[in-house]
T-cell receptor, first 114, second 112 residues
Framework: DAGVTQSPTHLIKTRGQQVTLRCSPK?????VSWYQQALGQGPQFIFQ???????QRGNFPDRFSGHQFPNYSSELNVNALLLGDSALYLCASSPEVGDGYEQYFGPGTRLTVT | GENVEQHPSTLSVQEGDSAVIKCTYSDSASNYFPWYKQELGKRPQLIIDIRSNVGEKKDQRIAVTLNKTAKHFSLHITETQPEDSAVYFCAASSGGYQKVTFGTGTKLQVIP
């Protein structure tokens, strides 16, 4: 049983460009959360998706948007990239059954903006 | 919103000694406190968690304590081993499927 997977592993973009990151949750998980982890910092919550809708959002600008598909996989889109968007982007999924506390993280996508 | 503070930022201990990492939180509604271990270049992995109806939880060499009144919680690692070297993050959440707020991390180095 595969855990949470993310693609691509690494990505280099130029300032002003747009990027799409992808996440496939662990089997049996229906909730996906996205986090941004800058170098030397803890992960910061971006938003969470459930039933194909954004259920809650952290303190990130509208340049950050997402989507969840019927198979529960998710995308994170970032428009008009800034140098400060360089970070490790982590996806975490939570199981359908249970109380929703546990989150399982994917390996992350390392985004570098030049 | 929730704010989680974590200390120390770095910690060096001799192999076999104990390590303690402390965190405070601000939101009295928080009721779930996970701890994650992140090795260099890898994903955060849940090592232990505690809920607000419990004051202490232990799993082999790892234990977590929670003081709801003071809004403090701590991670204790006994008999440290070199493979315990990593960055440890505390976190807080106000309930199931709620966002998790992380601390700034503690880089633990266990010296053989």
């Amino acid at each position: 049983d595969a855990g949470v997977t993310q693609s691509p592993t690494h990505l280099i973009k130029t300032r002003g460009q747009q990027v799409t990151l992808r996440c496939s949750p662990k089997s049996g998980h229906d909730t996906v959360s996205w986090y941004q982890q800058a170098l030397g910092q803890g992960p910061q919550f971006i938003f969470q998706y459930y039933e194909e809708e954004e259920r809650q959002r952290g303190n990130f600008p509208d340049r950050f948007s997402g989507h969840q598909f019927p198979n529960y996989s998710s995308e994170l889109n970032v428009n008009a990239l800034l140098l400060g968007d360089s970070a490790l982007y982590l996806c975490a999924s939570s199981p359908e059954v249970g109380d929703g506390y546990e989150q399982y993280f994917g390996p992350g996508t390392r985004l570098t903006v030049t | 919103g929730e704010n989680v503070e974590q200390h120390p930022s770095t910690l060096s201990v001799q192999e076999g000694d104990s390590a303690v990492i402390k965190c405070t939180y601000s939101d009295s509604a928080s009721n779930y406190f996970p701890w994650y271990k992140q090795e260099l270049g890898k994903r955060p992995q849940l090592i232990i968690d505690i809920r607000s109806n419990v004051g202490e939880k232990k799993d082999q060499r790892i234990a977590v304590t929670l003081n709801k009144t003071a809004k403090h919680f701590s991670l204790h690692i006994t008999e440290t081993q070199p493979e315990d070297s990593a960055v440890y993050f505390c976190a807080a959440s106000s309930g199931g499927y709620q966002k998790v707020t992380f601390g700034t991390g503690t880089k633990l180095q266990v010296i053989p």
